[in-house]
């Protein structure tokens, strides 16, 4: 069975930084893109980052210069940096990865259960 288990979330400060974590856990794991999403009360899911196999990233705009995606695909995790945090960036996010299990068949795309972001002073 396919797990994403996300860490780093909390209270921070505008201005301030936060490190968010997820890693995947199973068997005869193969993984493609991995992202972040996030979504605030009452707004849409919104993709943050992601980032595939080879490492080529993709940004939402707003958060494009404060904000790093990266992963280590020996350690199965995607880790999200995230600096000069403002209390729009108030939301529950979310780790994906599309997995595959074994060396054939299709990709899914697997979700953590979420951690939560507060920006406020």
């Known amino acids: 069975q396919v797990q994403l288990v996300e860490s780093g979330g909390g209270l921070v400060q505008p201005g301030g930084s936060l490190r968010l974590s997820c890693t995947v856990s199973?068997?005869?794991?193969?993984?493609?893109?991995m992202g972040w999403y996030r979504q605030a009360p009452g707004n849409e899911l919104e993709l943050v980052a992601s980032?595939?196999?080879?490492?080529?990233?993709k940004y939402a705009d707003s958060v494009k210069g404060r904000f790093t995606i990266s992963r280590d695909n020996a350690k199965y995790t995607v880790n999200l940096q995230m600096n000069s945090l403002q209390p729009e960036d108030t939301a529950v996010y979310f780790c994906t990865a599309e997995i595959r299990q074994g060396n054939s068949g299709a990709f899914y795309l697997h979700w953590g259960q979420g951690t939560q972001v507060t920006v406020s002073s």
């Open positions: 199973g068997t005869s794991l193969s993984i493609n893109t």
């Open positions: 980032i595939t196999s080879r490492g080529i990233t």
